[in-house]
């Protein structure tokens, strides 16, 4: 994802709606899709007054409020997207467009729980300040180690020791209480019961 924004980037072309549902995983790649709403940098683009152009929970602090999408506005997006990757939920929700617009302008995203390595990476690209978020070459510097790290192998679990076999009494016949005699007590006349009788 990150090679795919750089060389749109390198081409002047701001993608403005990076998220889960525009990543689609080939084997051992990701592909970026749906430039509709992309722009050249720099170019004046036209819209109605109050429409946002992107997906709220994945859009950056400055284009909810309505400034300019620029490349480290998708640098942004990208950190929403690895968050809800390793989260399972984006970094900011609410019920409405607009609550989560402005948790995304004032809040801070929960720090993540099974961020692992990516920690540093996601903290870095969800920084409110478009100023002080991280670049796409300090990006690619902090994931390029982890893409080459030897995959963690769970630790081995030892066997658990085999359960005792339980030992059964040799079954004994089933007797009616009728027909078991002196040894059947407590059985009368009218009921039947049935016992474990020797």
């Known amino acids: ?19 889960p549902a525009n990543v689609l995983l080939e084997v051992d790649r990701a592909v970026l899709t749906d430039f509709g709403i992309a722009a050249l940098d720099g170019d004046a683009t036209i819209t109605h007054t109050g ?10 602090p400055e284009q909810v409020r309505g400034h ?11 950190g929403a997207t690895l968050y809800a990757a390793v989260e399972g939920h984006p970094p900011f929700s609410g019920p409405t467009h607009g609550s989560v617009s402005v948790a995304i302008a004032t809040e801070n995203p929960a720090p993540p ?22 670049t796409a070459d300090a990006v690619r510097g902090l994931l390029t180690p982890l893409a080459h790290a030897e995959p963690r192998r769970p630790a081995p679990v030892a066997p658990s020791p085999p359960s005792p076999t ?32 020797p």
């Not at 339980?166 to 016992?195: E, F, K, M, Q, Y």
Request: charged share 20%; hydrophobic share 45%; no cysteine.
């Open 1 to 19: 994802m990150l090679a795919a924004l750089s060389a749109a980037h390198a081409q002047g072309i701001v993608h403005r709606d990076i998220k």
């Open 51 to 60: 429409t946002l152009l992107g997906t709220p929970a994945f859009m950056a």
């Open 68 to 78: 300019r999408a620029g490349p480290r506005s998708d640098l942004w997006s990208l």
């Open 113 to 134: 729980v099974h961020a692992g390595p990516l920690t540093e990476v996601l903290a870095g690209l969800l920084r409110k300040d478009p100023a002080e978020r991280l």
């Open 166 to 197: 339980p030992t059964t009494p040799p079954s004994t016949p089933w007797r009616s209480a009728r027909t078991a005699g002196p040894l059947a007590a407590g059985a009368n006349d009218r009921t039947i019961r049935l016992w474990k009788v």
